[in-house]
């Protein structure tokens, strides 16, 4: 097991101070994240302030946690420093407008879906879409429809869309009021947003993009996909920046009603938003647009010197730039296919040995994220770790293509399916039932199936093969 560090000053100050507290309170929760905070653990995952306080304002955050009073505005008036923050981030991003949101990318998926396609709409998707759209669909009553890239080898992931694929959809179903896209996926994959943008505005349609995981890409010198044309963005400030967790935000083009924008924030956001977490967000801005700069260059740098690490000194294959251009420089994809260790395993032995933790594993990867508040002794640690288990596995073959997971037909909205009567069966008694909830290994949170969707043959034996120990039972409409 990796060794525990001794506690920090502050560390220490807040365990006595909850300490004299123990007598009357157990907390749990709070103590098994002490436990990880304080022991000599090296994170590679989200949220991307990786547990260092880079601002002195994290330190007391309990001293800053207020509400709409004197002087702190009000996020859903748009006032105040709020609205000051804002429109800082705005120019930051390239944006026309920002609109800052505390429920996470998903309170900003739930905005613009019912911002740009609105109650009974239908709207063209990336396959690769997080299950929040599907929840925006179901409460929104949405008809999606989808394109989906080839699948990229050896990893098994999705690789670049077609517009030309999304053009047929457009010419098919005019019915379609926008299209949204996933950029950069939970891989790094990058998508082609010029192409789609053109696409989109030669057909009248709005250009949405999931891009959650993109917001250090300023930092790093590539555009928002606000700034590459897009009419809304979301972006997940805390994933990839110093920030704390849930912190996000939705950006705008030109031509967006931003009065219905802002009011759907409010509406798929708690009335009592964050204001710690809204602080933290305009600190990573202000941080990543000064000093931050250089140590997000730096991390960038980084992930290329250990993608060509990987290559050289291991038995793996990173996923680069010769795999595909366009890939986020902040995102390591390890594939471990044609070798004895899983993805799974990989990142279990990471942990355990070097008490390294990745953002998540599938069969055949591992997916770390690289920002600026790794340090040098967390990369020696994943670069050590990597060598050595590469020197205890064995070649075998590569595995058989991924096969894409077969497309569905929908039988039924998704709104009527997940407001069925539903009932949960195991995989093997679902053939020819319909989906009633997003079939979703998480991570990365992307659903297989739909609701509404009609369940073959051909997804449950797919389901068996690659997801059975993540995907136990389903749940089917059952009236």
């Known amino acids: ?176 009021r926008a299209v949204l896209l996933t950029s950069p996926t939970y ?48 972006l997940s400030i805390h994933k990839t920046l110093p920030c704390l967790g849930q912190g996000a935000v939705v950006l705008s083009g030109q031509g967006v009603d931003k009065r219905a924008l802002r009011e759907n924030t409010a509406l798929f956001g708690t009335s009592s938003p964050s204001y710690p977490i809204m602080a933290s967000i305009d600190l990573a801005r202000a941080y990543t647009e000064g000093p931050g700069r250089t140590a997000y260059r730096r991390a960038a740098e980084t992930c290329g010197e250990l993608r060509e690490y990987v290559l050289r000194r291991t038995g793996f294959t990173p996923l680069a730039m010769e795999d595909y251009p366009a890939l986020d420089p902040c995102r390591l994809t390890v594939c471990t296919a044609g070798t004895d260790v899983t993805g799974h395993r990989m990142a279990d032995m990471l942990w355990s040995e070097y008490g390294v933790a990745c953002e998540m594993a599938d069969a055949r990867n591992i997916v770390c994220i690289l920002t600026c508040a790794d340090s040098g002794t967390a990369v020696y640690r994943l670069r050590r770790g990597l060598r050595r288990i590469s020197r205890r596995r064995s070649e075998t073959l590569l595995p058989p293509a991924c096969a894409p997971f077969p497309l569905a037909e929908r039988v039924m909205s998704v709104r009527d399916a997940w407001f069925s009567k539903t009932g949960r069966v195991e995989p093997a008694a679902a053939e020819g039932l319909v989906c009633a909830r997003p079939v979703t290994p998480y991570p990365p949170g992307v659903p297989l199936l739909w609701p509404g969707e009609k369940i073959t043959r051909a997804h449950i034996e797919l389901i068996r093969e690659r997801w059975y120990n993540e995907i136990g039972e389903i749940t089917v409409v059952i009236g």
């Not at 981030?89 to 911002?115: E, H, K, M, N, P």
């Not at 179901?138 to 053009?167: K, N, Q, R």
């Not at 949405?208 to 300023?218: E, K, N, R, S, T």
């Open 1 to 176: 097991m990796f060794r525990r560090r001794q506690p920090s000053q502050r560390a220490q100050l807040t365990h006595r101070q909850i300490n004299r507290l123990l007598p009357f309170t157990n907390a749990p929760l709070f103590h098994a994240l002490q436990l990880l905070a304080t022991g000599d653990s090296a994170r590679f995952h989200m949220p991307g302030h990786k547990g260092e306080p880079l601002f002195n304002s994290y330190a007391e955050v309990f001293a800053i946690d207020f509400t709409e009073t004197y002087g702190t505005g009000n996020l859903y008036l748009g006032d105040g420093p709020i609205r000051d923050a804002e429109v800082a981030a705005a120019r930051y991003f390239g944006a026309s407008d920002c609109f800052f949101l505390t429920g996470g990318s998903t309170q900003g998926i739930l905005s613009v879906l019912a911002t740009a396609v609105g109650r009974g709409g239908a709207v063209l998707l990336d396959r690769e879409c997080h299950k929040s759209v599907c929840h925006a669909c179901a409460l929104l009553d949405i008809t999606p429809y989808f394109i989906s890239a080839p699948v990229l080898e050896p990893f098994g992931i999705s690789g670049a869309l077609a517009p030309a694929d999304a053009e047929r959809q457009l010419i098919d179903h005019p019915e379609i």
């Open 187 to 234: 891989y790094g994959v990058r998508r082609a947003i010029p192409a789609f943008v053109d696409l989109c505005r030669a057909y009248g349609k709005q250009l949405l993009v999931d891009a959650a995981h993109g917001a250090h890409f300023p930092a790093v010198g590539l555009p928002t996909p606000i700034a590459e044309g897009a009419d809304l963005a979301v």
